[in-house]
């Protein structure tokens, strides 16, 4: 029981508990390994260690608000889903656009290169697969700027790490975490698309 085995943890451990849960719900996304800007370096999340530990103690809890955690050790990534099908991710068509373009680059590249889990990318890039992958037109690209916001809110969700350079600017340099592939289905993806070919020929895809 949950009551129980919450009382058998220390005073620290309570307040470890809470600052887990309440980071898990704000995040969605919880990753074994973060880029420390500061040291430049990855390091592991303590965050992850604890529910790691207390896998059952944390999952039992969120089960009772309807929520159900997972925990995908191979790629590092803890996450939580509401089973009620409520308080998911709500994404723009801009920034569900960048996360299939996302995720399709770190598919891609996690074939050539297994041995880290994050992703190096750049704005630029992502741009320009956006165009190969005709998700914008070559004549209406989206300024570096009007991405910002975009950005800011893929790294809130531990999506993506921001790594240097301004979200706005063109140089922004980020790692692409393993997180992607749990953000966006197969039906989703049709959704994308469905909402792309409904769009005027002469409005944009991204604004």
Same mark, same amino acid.
């Given at each position: 029981m949950f009551d129980e085995q919450y009382e058998q943890l220390r005073s620290a451990e309570k307040e470890e508990f809470a600052h887990v849960v309440n980071t898990l719900m704000l995040k969605s996304f919880i990753l074994r390994d973060y880029y420390d800007r500061n040291a430049k370096m990855m390091r592991s999340s303590k965050e992850y260690t604890f *529910? !790691?530990?207390?896998? !059952?103690?944390? @999952? !039992? $809890?969120?089960? $009772?608000?309807?929520? *159900?955690? =997972?925990? !995908? @050790?191979?790629?590092?990534? *803890? =996450? *939580?889903a509401n089973e009620y099908e409520e308080n998911h991710i709500r994404m723009d068509l801009i920034t569900s656009i960048m996360v299939y373009g996302l995720r399709y680059v770190y598919e891609n590249q996690r074939q050539e290169d297994s041995l880290s889990q994050e992703v190096f990318f750049t704005s630029s890039e992502l741009v320009q697969t956006l165009m190969n992958m005709h998700l914008i037109r070559a004549d209406k690209r989206p300024s570096?700027? =009007?991405?910002? @916001?975009?950005y800011r809110f893929l790294e809130a969700h531990n999506i993506i790490t921001r790594i240097s350079g301004d979200f706005k600017e063109r140089n922004l340099q980020f790692y692409i975490n393993p997180s992607i592939l749990f953000v966006i289905d197969n039906e989703m993806i049709a959704a994308i698309y469905e909402e792309i070919e409904q769009l005027p020929d002469e409005e944009d895809v991204i604004e």
């Open positions: *529910i !790691d530990r207390h896998y !059952d103690l944390v @999952s !039992d $809890y969120l089960r $009772y608000s309807g929520w *159900i955690l =997972s925990k !995908d @050790s191979r790629r590092g990534v *803890i =996450s *939580i570096f700027a =009007s991405l910002g @916001s975009c």
